[in-house]
């Protein structure tokens, strides 16, 4: 798995005009991306990861502060554009594979005691957010 974190100043996600995620105030927007070998046990760490990664201001956590995050499912993180002018997606799982464990980080951030929004999987997102920084990671486990 691999996901893009932005240490965020409020985040939303809406889709056919409807706001279908959002966070406000200091937090993460996470875009999450999974490939084939991608696991269960994968998406936990994730979880783990995302709710204690010390990246909010003054070297905090989500989990120290309580910070909220939207976690986003991302398929083009796995794109591949060293050939050509047209990236690949074949390293990116498919919908059936990839929507199951962009829902496991989720619930097991929400097990941890994260407050989380989401986007809509699959569907035409446009994504607003003010990046604090800026800052942004990667992050694959």
Not at 3 to 10: E, N, T
Not at 104 to 118: D, I, M, S
Request: with cysteine; glycine share 10%.
């Amino acid at each position: 798995m691999r996901a893009v974190i932005q240490r965020v100043d409020g985040a939303s996600v809406v889709v056919d005009g409807e706001t279908v995620g959002a966070i406000d105030g200091e937090g993460l927007c996470v875009l999450v991306g999974v490939t084939h070998e991608d696991t269960k046990e994968k998406a936990e760490r994730l979880a783990r990861k995302l709710w204690s990664l010390r990246v909010l201001r003054d070297e905090r956590s989500c989990s120290d502060i309580d910070a909220p995050l939207l976690v986003i499912s991302q398929f083009t993180l796995y794109g591949d554009a060293r050939k050509g002018r047209r990236p690949t997606w074949n390293a990116a799982a498919p919908g059936d594979v990839a929507e199951p464990l962009v829902d496991e980080v989720v619930t097991r951030l929400r097990a941890l005691g994260a407050t989380v929004a989401t986007g809509r999987f699959g569907a035409q997102m446009r994504v607003s957010l003010t990046n604090d920084g800026p800052f942004t990671v990667l992050v694959e486990v």
